[in-house]
């Protein structure tokens, strides 16, 4: 699966694993002990944050791509 929400990915030294923020959707975060394996559970939390949000009848926002602060 592929997502075309913005992912901030980094390395942890504290939890010694790449974290990966989703700015667009609150609170939606993962992680991993390989680069690879920090994408591919953010795409997963992904499609739960956008079910759950669904389910709750919450505002899933449009993916802007990549965001631009001044």
Known sequence: MMTKY???IYWSEEDQAYIVEV???A???ADGNSYQEAVSNAEQVIAEWIETAAALGRHIPEPK???LYA
Do not use: A, S, T, V
């Open 23 to 25: 700015p667009e959707l």
């Open 65 to 67: 791509g990549r965001l």
């Open 27 to 29: 609170g939606c975060m």
């Open 6 to 8: 913005e992912m901030i």
